[in-house]
């Protein structure tokens, strides 16, 4: 190991905690010494593959292990809060797993205090760093698809229902990650609608549709009913259009020379317009795993203090389209806005960063 090793803590052995830990272990520069889990089951399971880890189901181990630089957490959304703050508080560099927390207040309160404490706080936008969707912004910010019309995106899948949360807050953080890094922006407008399917308390199909400032609009079609599992977008320019679908195994990615051009009218009254149909093109990706990319990611911030591209601003606004949504689902579908939000968070990473004294920390 060498000197410049990252020694790091992971809380949460469950659904996505064995994918962090695997990836963290085998990362150059990382050395993986906690492993905590209430289930002692689970303990055992992370102690069988990785000898060399220690395990816990105490959380205060990591925090007061100042031999520790970085903690994980991959826990329900509901800790997620405390957890991150606490880790914060005990100076340690944070990862979180998607959503950054359960409310704006709370993903506000983490973004500012990682400033204050000059703390690296990065989120599990894991799709932001996959070879599709990165490809696909460079596609966006080279204006090869024009002005952007509209997004439509399907993530639906049979199961797994959640007990905790609705399927809005379980599946539209890729989505609504994916579109703001696209994008650069976030929405002004929110509105959805949807059902609760199975359990009577528990959203399991949402429609969601927002609205950005730039004119652009999207659709997230979200449930845990579904035959089959989806998971495509539709991307619609004045130039070309594109469709993404992750579950293909090749050509993940088409560009469409498809279009519609008015002519211009030779009477009065006339309406005429070209449609073009040309060539589809399905561009080279990298390969490489996302994950791993998005771990090398954190550490390469950590070594050097460089922002991530999914810090705690870019998961307050994502925390923040989630509020809205769930609030609009709760209202049947009213739509919520707030007028001076694209100037405030238009551009996530150009607010003012808080000045240490202004945040009260106990």
Request: aromatic share 8%.
């Amino acid at each position: 190991m060498g000197k410049q090793d990252l020694v790091v803590g992971l809380i949460g052995y469950g659904y996505w905690g064995p994918n962090l830990l695997r990836t963290y272990v085998e990362s150059h520069g990382a050395r993986v010494k906690w492993v905590c889990d209430r289930d002692p089951q689970r303990q055992a399971r992370a102690k069988t593959r990785y000898p060399s880890v220690t395990v816990t189901d105490d959380c205060n181990d990591l925090f007061r292990d100042h031999e520790v630089d970085a903690v994980l957490i991959a826990t329900p959304i509901s800790t997620h809060y405390h957890l991150a703050r606490r880790a914060l508080e005990h100076g340690k560099h944070v990862f979180v797993e998607k959503p950054l927390a359960a409310s704006v207040a709370e993903a506000e309160t983490l973004a500012l205090l990682a400033e204050a404490r000059d703390r690296i706080l990065m989120v599990g936008h894991t799709f932001e760093y996959s070879p599709p969707v990165v490809k696909i912004k460079e596609l966006l910010d080279a204006g090869e698809l024009g002005e952007i019309y509209f997004i439509a995106s399907s993530r639906v899948n049979l199961g797994l229902h959640q007990q905790d949360v609705s399927v809005i807050w379980d599946l539209a953080p890729h989505d609504f990650s994916i579109l703001f890094y696209w994008l650069g922006e976030e929405p002004t407008r929110i509105s959805s609608f949807g059902r609760s399917c199975v359990h009577r308390s528990t959203p399991d199909v949402a429609f969601v549709n927002l609205a950005f400032p730039s004119g652009a609009v999207a659709e997230v079609q979200l449930s845990w009913l579904s035959p089959v599992k989806l998971r495509r977008t539709m991307i619609v320019g004045d130039r070309k259009m594109l469709l993404y679908d992750d579950t293909e195994s090749v050509e993940k990615v088409k560009l469409f020379d498809h279009g519609v051009n008015p002519i211009e009218p030779n009477s009065y009254g006339e309406f005429q317009l070209s449609y073009r149909t040309g060539d589809i093109v399905s561009p080279r990706l990298e390969t490489y795993e996302p994950l791993a990319k998005e771990a090398r990611h954190f550490l390469d911030c950590v070594h050097d203090g460089t922002r991530p591209k999914s810090d705690g601003r870019s998961g307050l606004r994502v925390v923040r389209a989630l509020e809205w949504a769930e609030r609009s689902l709760k209202r049947n579908g009213e739509t919520i806005s707030e007028p001076d939000a694209a100037a405030r968070w238009g551009n996530v990473h150009e607010i003012p960063v808080v000045r240490p004294q202004s945040i009260a920390l106990r």
